[in-house]
């Protein structure tokens, strides 16, 4: 009886899932959707590569310097929830950008940083399979970068 | 129920903030049960604001996990500030909250 109605309460909830869907991929259709939010990057979230993600969001080249510090598991189980955080010394600090490099589309977050805020920052990313993360910090309108290996025992992308 | 759960400190003349947005973070990438692709629906800029000012945004992609958490810190607050943080996500959709500096 119990596993009936769960049944049943499963099954409109895959109605609710398929009509939330259907409105989501009409949103979708509509430009003003699309891009919904002003100065996000959708070319920079949409670029396969770290490389394409980074011209489109900076149009600039990097050098790697050891004054970012790219913090994290060096073993993550799930790859679904994997803390990142970003740390540098470098001075005037205006963006700080999060890349997972084996992920379908590189770019997975970028900061930026207002009047007395400290260059650092610490999230969750999801990362498909053991991929290298890449973290990239404007300073002085110039980018630095670090990286750092992350081996992923179960893919969080649901691939 | 407010979707932004957000802590902030000030210690000295830095505040330490940490926040936690009830958000499906779908990638787009993704199956149900069904083997329904479930389209994208992710936050896209989560904004903080101190006496208003921006102090620090988020532009995030799918690859930000389900129920995101952030932390950061800025300088300039005192305790007893309020502390504004916006998300909008793909859809439209929007929340906001405050937090008051302890």
Redesign the interface.
Known sequence: MSFESTASLEATRRTALRLLAGLGLYGISMPAFADAVPGWPADAFKAKTADEALVALYGKKFEMSDKVSIDGPDIAENGGVVPISVDTKLPNVTSISILVAENPNALASSYKLGEGANPAVGCRLKMAKTTKVIAVVESDGKLYAASRDVKVTLGGCGG | MPSIRMKAAASGD?TEVQALVQHP?D?G??????G?L????HI??LVFQHNG??????????????D??????????AKGDALTATW?????KTDTATAKIA
């Open positions: 830095t973070m990638s990438f993704v199956k149900d049960a069904s329904n479930i389209p994208p629906h896209e800029t000012k921006t102090v620090f945004t988020a532009l995030w992609g799918p690859a930000v996990s389900k995101p958490y952030l932390k950061f810190s800025f300088k300039g607050a909008i996500d793909n859809l439209g």
